[in-house]
């Protein structure tokens, strides 16, 4: 798989991007270890070499999985993680990549990212002046090689880039869920810094498995997605995944693939994806091979705004 520059670092990441939050098991159901640690071996095998992972996954549990599948390819890999907002005081965020580097067996993180700005879900506010300050710090020392920011909107990387080099942000995009065009990407494609988009299949949507009567099991957090959740959003989102199916049928691909596809054909994209065992894994890989016309991805972006017009302007993909 071809690799591409994170931002302004010298770090080469895949347009595939394997994500590891359901590897924590909290807020999910129906993991197995095995069957997590077999797709993350599968991934890499398939071409993927990029994981993105958090300490808030599971605690650090999804780090430790994600050590338990990759160490003995450490040096051919590239690991994210993230701090979460409850931990951005100076010695908290150092403390939190120890942990995090003890938790994923290495000495280094590649990529480390403020997972929510200060004040989210109601944490302590920190000034990012600290943050950045300790962030900065950390990569001074060798442990992280460069900083990104997740779920930041552009003043508040603009505020952040004042005290160090950002070279990513990590928001919620897809093709049903594209709030970061109109604010966060511009500024990114002015500053040559990498989205990578979590969320990449709208949690699932867009892969057409989940039919209009799907009802969540109990303790699964998708049950919480406004796209999900809303009846009227829901509507839509079928009627966009009918008029897809012929799309993906023309490439021979899934509608999983066609929409990884046209994600990271946007500006600076690449595109987060999860996998539950080794053939999903397989599958989201080969979204890279899919090759799209300048006229099939305003064919596929015009279905999205079927569902995306109708949205309101809140960035939460969540109503926790």
Known sequence: METRTLGKSALKITPIIMGTWQAGKKMWVGIEDNDIIQA????????????????????????????????????????????????????????ACDRSLKNLKTD?????????????????????????????????????????????????????????????????????????????????????ISIISYSSLAQGLLTGKFGPDHQFAEGDHRSKNKLFADKENYARVQEALDK??????????????????????????????GARNEQQATDNAKAADVNLSVEEVQEIDAIGRIVTDKLDENQVMWNF
């Open 40 to 95: 993350l071996r599968a991934a890499y095998h398939a071409g993927i070499t990029t994981f993105d992972t958090a300490e808030v996954y599971g605690d650090g549990y999804s780090e430790q999985i994600v050590a338990s599948a990759l160490s003995d390819v450490r040096e051919n890999v590239i690991y994210a993680t993230k701090v979460f907002s409850n931990h951005l005081k100076h010695d908290q965020v150092i403390e």
């Open 108 to 192: 280094y993180i590649d990529l480390y990212q403020i997972h929510w700005p200060s004040g989210t879900w109601g944490g302590e506010t920190v000034p990012i002046a600290e943050t950045m300050g300790a962030m900065v710090k950390l990569k001074e020392q060798g442990k992280i090689r460069a900083i990104g920011v997740s779920n930041f909107n552009r003043a508040q990387m603009e505020e952040a880039a004042e005290y160090g080099q950002l070279d990513s942000l990590q928001p919620p995009y897809s093709l049903f869920w594209r709030k970061i065009e109109t604010d966060q990407m511009p500024y990114c494609v002015e500053n040559n």
């Open 244 to 273: 897809l199916r012929p799309i993906a049928s023309r490439h021979h691909c899934t509608l999983a693939q066609l929409s990884l596809a046209w994600l990271i054909a946007q500006p600076q994209t690449c595109a987060i994806v």
